[in-house]
């Protein structure tokens, strides 16, 4: 395994009396795919974005890479920020622009780049990339719900993040269309080298795509590892979590 590209140390946040994490350290291997699993409601979301620095928490600390996040000024947050995406749930994308002007948002709102031509380039770079070619002047009310499920994953990728953050990115939509946006976490990480980190329900995805596990629960990890080291855990909930999720049989 490769070094951690993000750490996390001792992390505690309560909200009022409500401790959700207690003492999470978590370490994600860089270019590697981790997928956060637990019940809902444990602190998967408030874990992500305490990692993103949008929570602070109350004690513990993060690093991405050589830097610790929790140390630093706003100021220097926001600019280390760049390097991080994240694609969450409902992250919807802006109905009266087009494909290209919500794709173009980023570049010129937080890479100020003006060069119209050079925006261009990279948005129809990233519309093939993303299987989309030609869609550019199309407004989001145009596309199925999973062509703009797709637009949104590419919007998060065009600042060309080293990180990327996806929040329950197949909860709701249906089987085959959660297959697809699992299978584009895959290509982001292995044709594009960036680190993928997922929260997902979907357990069967997250043991055949994640290279790491972590489950978290009621404030602890209470199970890390690869997929077959997480199926070994001795831990009820757990094995209760693997159980039902593999389970499932039509007849
Ligand atoms: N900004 C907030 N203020 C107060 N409570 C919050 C806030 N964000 C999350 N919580 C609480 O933290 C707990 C965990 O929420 P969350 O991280 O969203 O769970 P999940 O594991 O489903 O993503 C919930 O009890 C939620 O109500
Ligand atoms: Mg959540």
């Known amino acids: 395994m490769m070094l951690p590209i993000i750490r996390t140390l001792h992390l505690s946040k309560s909200f009022n009396n409500n401790a959700v994490l207690k003492d999470v350290s978590l370490e994600i291997p860089e270019k590697s795919v981790c997928a956060i699993i637990g019940q809902s409601g444990t602190g998967k979301s408030v874990l992500f974005k305490t990692i993103m620095g949008m929570i602070s928490p109350d004690k513990g600390k993060v690093w991405f890479k050589d830097t610790e996040l929790t140390a630093l000024k706003t100021n220097d947050l926001i600019s280390m920020r760049k390097r991080f995406g994240y694609s969450f749930q409902n992250a919807a994308l802006f109905d009266s622009m087009t494909i290209g002007e919500n794709l173009a948002f980023p570049l010129q709102e937080v890479l100020h780049i003006t060069d119209r ?72 990480n292995r044709e594009l080298g960036i680190t993928c980190v997922m929260i997902t329900h979907d357990i069967p995805a997250a043991f055949r795509i994640a290279d790491k596990i972590a489950f978290l629960d009621q404030g602890y990890i209470i199970a890390e590892g690869s997929s077959s080291e997480v199926a070994a855990s001795g831990h009820q909930l757990v094995r209760d979590f693997i159980r039902i999720s593999f389970s499932e049989s039509p007849v």
């Not at 998060?156 to 939509?173: A, K, W």
């Open 117 to 188: 031509r050079e925006i261009q380039k990279q948005v129809a770079e990233l519309l093939d990339w993303i299987e989309l070619p030609g869609i550019a002047a199309k407004r989001p009310d145009e596309l199925s719900g999973g062509m703009r499920k797709r637009v949104g994953v590419a919007r998060s990728l065009i600042m060309r993040p080293e990180v990327l953050f996806f929040d329950e990115p197949t909860t709701g939509l249906d089987p085959v269309l959660s297959e697809t946006i699992n299978n584009l976490v895959v290509r982001v």
